[in-house]
């Protein structure tokens, strides 16, 4: 007998990425979409009707946090399966999201993968999370079970040089690798040398995570 399509449901105000995330799920025919949300609002009225499967959800929502559509899909239809999509990294939100029902945290900078295979991964029992988020519950699960953490710059493999701090900064203030090569004086292909330094050295694998692991670290403002 053929299996039932996972039905879907996206609630992400930014359009790109919802178009994006949607042709995604089209394009797999084990996934149904049954509803876009570009707001709150629009998400609560529709989860009061009945809930997908699967609902992905963005926290930075123009009219209400998406923190409110997690709790409120949580309590009222505890089978549906809770997918953060967030450029939020930070701790605050991301254990919000987790306790107030969410099942796993993605960063959309770190999306590197069909987000198909996420949704499949999380109806078979799986949390995906990104890299850096999966540290941040690691580190929190371990000061819960009485693990002192670790002082900042306790490691220097978590120690940016000066040039790399400077890179870094000027990347997470919006700038291009030719905008940020230029300020410095260095050539784009030396930004390019330093980032995968950082990386290594940040163990992630792009430059949103990068940003947002250096920043929780304090290494750079």
């Known amino acids: 007998m053929p299996q039932t399509p996972t039905r879907v449901a996206i609630v992400e105000d930014d359009r790109e990425t919802r178009a994006r995330v949607a042709a995604s799920i089209r394009a797999q025919g084990s996934l149904d979409l049954v509803a876009e949300y570009g707001t709150a609002a ?27 559509v997690v709790r409120f899909a949580a309590a009222r239809h505890p ?6 999509i967030s450029i939020f990294g930070d701790e605050a939100n991301v254990l919000a999201a987790l306790e ?3 099942r796993g945290y993605l ?10 295979l996420d949704i499949q991964d999380i ?3 799986g949390s995906p999370l990104s890299p850096v988020i999966a540290r941040q519950v690691l580190k929190r699960l371990k000061v819960a079970a009485g693990d002192a953490p670790s002082p900042p710059g306790a490691g220097d493999e978590t120690t940016l040089t000066a040039r790399e701090g400077e ?6 203030r919006g700038f291009s690798y030719a905008e ?6 260095i050539s784009g292909g030396t930004v390019h040398t330093f980032l995968k330094r950082i990386y290594r050295k940040l163990a992630v694998h792009s430059k ?11 290494l750079i403002r």
């Not at 949103?208 to 304090?218: D, H, I, M, P």
């Open 123 to 125: 109806r078979s029992g």
């Open 79 to 84: 089978e549906c399966d809770i997918l953060i």
């Open 42 to 68: 629009e998400a609560l009225a529709g989860l009061a009707a009945g809930a997908p499967d699967v609902l992905l959800v963005d926290i930075g929502l123009p009219d209400r946090s998406g923190l409110d």
């Open 180 to 185: 940020t090569a230029a300020m410095l004086g």
């Open 100 to 102: 107030a029902g969410a």
């Open 167 to 172: 890179i870094l900064t000027a990347i997470s």
């Open 208 to 218: 949103t995570e990068a940003v947002f692991e250096a920043n929780r670290l304090g």
């Open 107 to 116: 960063l959309k900078g770190s999306l590197q993968r069909d987000i198909a």
